[in-house]
């Protein structure tokens, strides 16, 4: 690795305060450029421990908790993704942090988008995991939207067992104990309000119009047996963001968290490459598991 590359130390838990907003940050020291985890709804920084562990111990990794979600206290006003890409660039001002990579689970793919599109400098590279484009998406079907609408799932286990199958699919129609021993691992499940806030959010945003914008190597990987995202959405994105690789696993929803020791290796080497290349593509198969499949590049703009 180059000697060049920024050295980021810190390490551990960190309360950062920006205009009177506390957000808790955990960082892992490494090598290179940082890369930033954004969560999805709900959840705290602990229910992608996995993901940390899963990646090249070289790479810096910082997570953080969104307003009203794990230990960050709740905003006094609801609030949007332009809010939240700004909130975020002032907590990398605030560690020394210039350039990013980010990757965005599910609702937090939202973030990572919106802070892209405003810091199109500042951010390298992004990896899109089951996300999609907002508002104006390909929804989920009406029975699993209403299991989505409530935090219950974070703060009862039975119940986040129960719906596990139906709402994520993948390696949960046949383990939903993992699912629910995933979010039963963060620390604290946040609040309703801080959940009500992020719910609205996402209602009220969208990157369809301004995907063709976002310039930055985009890494795009989609389940096709994922309720919550339907794999079309992935195939919107790829089609539309210029310089993306498109892959597809035969799981579901979360599954790039449960089985991150194999999907970790993946993203580090898009990471660490110096340009994302693209792979034979095949139609996955059941027996494939979590291979990645179908890997195709976006042509440019």
């Known amino acids: 690795m180059s000697r060049s590359e920024p050295m980021i130390a810190a390490t551990g838990d960190h309360i950062i305060t920006v205009f009177g907003q506390r957000i808790r940050v955990r960082i892992r020291p490494g090598r290179g450029i940082p890369l930033v985890l954004c969560n999805g709804i709900g ?36 609030y949007g993704f332009p809010y939240l890409a700004w909130l975020l660039g002032r907590i990398l001002d605030k560690l020394g942090i210039d350039r990013v990579d980010l990757l965005g689970l599910s609702w937090g793919g939202a973030v990572a988008q919106q802070f892209a599109f405003q810091n199109p400098r500042r951010c390298r590279r992004l990896v899109l995991v089951s996300a999609a484009t907002g508002v104006l998406m390909v929804p989920a079907h009406p029975r699993v939207l209403v ?61 369809l119009p301004a ?49 991150a020791a194999t999907f970790g290796p993946v993203i580090s080497g898009f990471l660490r490459s110096a340009r994302a290349r693209p792979r034979p593509t095949r139609a996955p198969t059941a027996g494939d598991r979590y291979r990645i499949d179908d890997v195709r590049r976006a042509p440019r703009i």
Do not use: C
């Open 43 to 78: 959840a705290g920084l602990e229910v992608l421990a996995p993901i940390v562990d899963g990646l090249d111990l070289e790479i810096p990794v910082v997570s953080f908790d969104v307003p009203g979600t794990g230990e960050s206290p709740h905003s006094p006003l609801p």
């Open 147 to 207: 299991k989505m609408a409530t935090p219950r799932r974070f703060r009862d286990p039975e119940y986040a067992t129960d719906i596990a199958a139906a709402s994520y699919g993948g390696t949960a129609r046949t383990d939903p104990e993992r699912v629910a021993e995933l979010f039963h691992r963060q620390v604290h499940a946040g609040s309703l309000r801080g959940y009500l806030y992020q719910l609205l959010a996402g209602s009220l945003w969208t990157s």
């Open 211 to 259: 995907l063709w914008a976002i310039r930055q190597p985009t890494l795009i990987v989609a389940g096709t047996d994922d309720p919550i995202i339907p794999v079309v959405n992935a195939r919107i994105m790829h089609r539309m963001l210029p310089h993306s690789t498109l892959h597809l696993h035969p799981g579901g929803h979360v599954d790039v968290v449960t089985d």
